[in-house]
């Protein structure tokens, strides 16, 4: 069950991004939210008194302390539980100077609210049963979402379309514990209430459905934070210069010395929608430079790692020279389940290619680049699929959903082994924590520090 943790206080915070803009909002919620805000809020030159309060409406009027207004505002009630968090809440929109926000929040501590905690907005929402602990985290997946694609899937969360998932699984498996468990409540009558048979067929469609789930994850991943792409090649073929070029910005330091790169580089970039990570690695060649072989290993595994890989070749090499890079690019590429283009970069300073590739281009006049990015899009909308299906984004769902697989491997195994029935419940039993776990059925307080934390303040 949920450790409770909530507390009886008020908090506030700025609930819009930090420094000057526009406008601004300064959240509270708790008891007394309601009450520390009509001591500051007036309309015609009079306090608002709470009593007139009504849920989700605005009011327009001023923040006035010791007979000076600070500001016009808009405060917009919220009457518990019919507020994001199910509390009383209130939020006050003011304009966007910094030192307007701050002393609100100032005014608003020394009434007798206190600072917000990162993410405790959201975590008082999940402790009040607005949400689950999935839901919830979807809501930091969607102010960090980078891409359509990114916020598509977050906000399917949201709606709860992963916690119905493993709601459906928790009740497979919770059918399977009872009938367990009543087992070992009749142990002394050596009765068995679990036929085996259909309890096998139960953990086996089981097992199959967190399979696909788990599964799912590096395409649920790859959509959340961006597609990997490995720039490869050997030393001087423009790796470097391609991802500026793509970038449109000098990211990477560019230079005719061989091995510049010692290290890989990490960009990510939205094209048409769809995010892309690119990889900017190290040259592959023979070497006994010990900071640039480490370089090397590091490029073999990012290059691993991609799902993408664009292997450059130098176009002003020989044929023998082309052919030669080519293969060992194809060396290194597993193209069961990653997918290589073979670009011949430095068309500008060649008159004819001595190799076909998929590709022509020249990273330092944009030569071939459009038609690259459309390739890039082009595969990248096959690795996202039609995302009509529940994708696992987050790691730590996708680590207990491993742990909840590996319970029921050894509950099938028991079966089959035909160990003792109390051990079998326990293997279950495992198996229904880390599901919960996900939800939040089944959470400590320091795991939900550990979520909640890395929120920001004000949500």
Do not use: W
Not at 41 to 67: L, M, S, T, V, W
């Amino acid at each position: 069950m949920r450790t409770s943790f909530l507390s009886d206080d008020t908090i506030c915070a700025v609930a819009t991004a930090p420094g000057m803009g526009a406008i601004a909002v300064v959240r509270l919620s708790g008891p007394q939210s309601h009450d520390i805000v009509c001591r500051l809020f007036y309309r015609n030159g009079k306090p608002f008194p709470k009593e007139r309060i009504e849920g989700h409406r605005a009011y327009y009027g001023q923040i006035i302390c010791n007979d000076d207004v600070l500001d016009e505002v808009v405060v917009t009630f919220f009457k518990a539980p019919h507020s994001f968090t199910g509390e009383d809440s209130v939020e006050i929109s003011v304009h966007g100077s910094v030192f307007i926000q701050q002393r609100l929040l100032e005014l608003l501590v020394e009434a007798g609210a206190r600072m917000a905690m990162p993410g405790e907005f959201t975590r008082r929402a999940f402790v009040n049963r607005k949400f689950d602990l999935a839901q919830a985290e979807a809501v930091a997946d969607i102010i960090a979402s980078q891409s359509e694609a990114a916020h598509r899937l977050a906000m399917n969360q949201l709606k709860g379309g992963f916690s119905k998932e493993l709601q459906v699984l928790r009740s497979k498996l919770l059918e399977i514990t009872s009938l367990i468990e009543l087992e070992l409540d009749f142990s002394e009558e050596d009765v068995e209430f679990a036929d085996r048979t259909q309890l096998k067929s139960l953990l086996g469609e089981t097992q199959s459905h967190i399979a696909k789930l788990i599964a799912s994850f590096k395409q649920g991943n790859a959509i959340k934070n961006g597609i990997p792409v490995a720039i490869v090649g050997e030393t001087n073929t423009g790796k470097s210069t391609l991802l500026n070029a793509l970038l449109e910005e000098d990211r990477a330091i560019v230079s005719d010395i061989a091995g510049t790169t010692r290290d890989t580089i990490e960009e990510v970039m939205n094209l048409d929608g769809i995010l892309f990570r690119f990889i900017d690695t190290a040259g592959i060649r023979e070497t006994d430079e010990t900071i640039e072989k480490i370089g090397i290993e590091r490029t073999l595994r990012k290059l691993n790692e991609a799902d993408i890989v664009l292997g450059l070749i130098d176009a002003t090499k020989d044929a023998q020279a082309q052919r030669t890079a080519a293969q060992t690019i194809l060396e290194k590429v597993d193209q069961s389940h990653q997918t290589l283009l073979l670009l011949l970069n430095k068309s500008d300073l060649c008159q004819k290619p001595a190799h076909d590739t998929d590709l022509l281009i020249s990273a330092k006049t944009g030569e071939g680049l459009d038609l690259l990015r459309e390739k890039l899009v082009e595969i990248g909308k096959k690795l996202m699929g039609t995302q009509n299906e529940v994708l696992v984004t987050n790691v730590r769902h996708f680590e207990a959903l491993k742990h909840a697989s590996e319970s029921l491997s050894a509950v099938s195994k028991g079966l089959d082994d035909g160990i003792p029935t109390d051990l079998v419940a326990q293997d279950l039993r495992e198996a229904l924590y880390y599901l919960g776990s996900i939800t939040g059925e089944i959470t400590t307080d320091e795991v939900l520090g550990s979520i909640f934390g890395r929120f920001c303040i004000g949500k």
